[in-house]
């Protein structure tokens, strides 16, 4: 007999009426208001994330991506999430770490704290990250996952428009270095 012993590992933090969560899953299959897409400045979809999302929310997620016709780093705009179980995906553009020009933490935090304002400004009460430049575009975990989260617990403070921010990892190590990160931000 086999048995499931997958258990879902989850960290929540409750800062004012909203929560946050680290989880470990599937950004695509998220039922939250929005999910973030940490995507490309042509707004092409690609690899990693960026891909997964093209291709589970379909073709009308990369019609509207043409119309808008880019994003600059550090930046967000907004479409459908087509197919998505999410009403909207935000694209936001993470830094490319190797290219070394010194506002690499600046812009990785634009890209959260844009994110976070244009679910706010469009009334959109959850939202769904994955971790932004870690994969393709090289950011060190630990670094990225300490401003992601600062970023977000920051905002949180200050507004109360985003009742749940979910934090969906790709991995266990990326779970746990994002757990780790947040436990030395409490």
């Known amino acids: 007999m086999i048995q499931n012993t997958f258990r879902e590992q989850r960290r929540k933090l409750t800062i004012n009426a909203s929560t946050l969560i680290l989880t470990i899953g599937d950004i695509t299959k998220q039922t939250t208001d929005t999910i973030v897409n940490a995507a490309n400045s042509r707004l092409a979809g690609g690899g ?15 019609r509207e991506c043409r119309k808008i016709g ?11 999430a087509g197919a998505l179980k999410a009403k909207y995906v935000i694209h936001t553009v993470g830094p490319r770490y190797y290219e070394g020009t010194g506002k690499e933490a600046e812009l990785l935090k634009s890209a959260y704290l844009e994110s976070l304002k244009l679910a706010s400004k469009k009334n959109l009460t959850s939202i769904a990250f994955p971790a932004i430049s870690t994969g393709a575009y090289g950011y060190p975990l630990h670094e990225a996952a300490r401003i992601a989260l600062q970023t977000t617990i920051d905002y949180l403070k200050g507004h109360q428009d985003v009742h749940l921010v979910k934090f969906v990892l790709y991995d266990q190590g990326t779970y746990e270095i994002f757990a780790e990160e947040l436990k030395k931000l409490q």
């Open 48 to 62: 990693g994330v960026d891909g997964a999302i093209h291709r589970a929310g379909g073709a009308e997620i990369m």
């Open 70 to 80: 880019g994003c600059p780093t550090g930046k967000a705009v907004i479409t459908t």
